[in-house]
């Protein structure tokens, strides 16, 4: 793992076109931004991992119409 130091305005670049910009802090908080083409897609960790859990029970066909609204209820 990489790790960096940032100051409030300060940024990083990824691979030529995405660029994650300090926005503020404030207490043990960080606000980033991040500037990326609209074709990649972006998400909180926990929202991630969530969706990686249930694109594997549909592969295994577990899926079922609660899971899906309870899903969507979440979020």
């Known amino acids: 793992m990489?790790?960096?130091s940032?100051?409030?305005g300060e940024s990083i670049v990824i691979d030529?076109?995405?660029e994650i910009v300090v926005v503020g802090v404030e207490g043990d908080q960080?606000?980033?931004g991040i500037r990326a083409?609209?074709?990649i897609d972006i998400y909180r960790k926990e929202i991630y991992?969530?969706?990686?859990e249930e694109n594997k029970k549909a592969a295994a066909?577990?899926?079922t119409a609660e899971d899906l609204k309870k899903l969507f209820k979440k979020n």
């Open 2 to 4: 990489l790790v960096l």
């Open 6 to 8: 940032r100051r409030t």
């Open 16 to 18: 030529h076109n995405i």
């Open 30 to 32: 960080v606000r980033l």
């Open 37 to 39: 083409p609209r074709e």
């Open 49 to 52: 991992e969530v969706i990686q």
């Open 61 to 63: 066909g577990s899926v």
